[in-house]
């Protein structure tokens, strides 16, 4: 079974760092590209970083470039988001995904989700 599990997320004070971590299992992970994604209440489900290690490719989005870093254990199946200067507009919850060899910024594209994990920054 396709399994990944979100973890490290917390309450942070604006400033802040956090580090998830994404673990993968039950399909072959070099093969697939590893996303996060974020939802905060009312709003929609907005890509935030990928990496495909196939291609040596990475993503950020806008609002988290030079904040965030995205990284890959390819030994340990487990994709990271070292979250740097948090601010309060990055709190919701934050999904990993995977979808196949290339990177997206489209949730549909995806087709395996973690359970999420909640970040909530304070001003």
């Known amino acids: 079974e396709v399994q990944l599990v979100e973890s490290g997320g917390g309450l942070v004070q604006a400033g802040g760092s956090l580090r998830l971590s994404c673990a993968a299992s039950?399909?072959?992970?070099?093969?697939?590209?590893i996303g996060w994604f974020r939802q905060a209440p009312g709003k929609e489900r907005e890509g935030v970083s990928c990496?495909?290690?196939?291609?040596?490719?990475?993503y950020y989005a806008d609002s988290v470039k030079g904040r965030f870093t995205i990284s890959s254990d390819n030994a340990k199946n487990t994709v990271y988001l070292q979250m740097n200067s948090l601010k309060p507009e990055d709190t919701a919850v934050y999904y990993c995904?995977?979808?196949?060899?290339?990177?997206?910024?489209?949730?549909?594209?995806?087709?395996?989700w973690g359970q999420g994990t909640q970040v909530t920054v304070s001003s």
């Open positions: 995904a995977a979808m196949y060899y290339y990177c997206s910024v489209t949730p549909s594209d995806f087709g395996f």
């Open positions: 039950g399909f072959t992970f070099d093969d697939y590209a």
């Open positions: 990496i495909s290690s196939s291609v040596g490719s990475t």
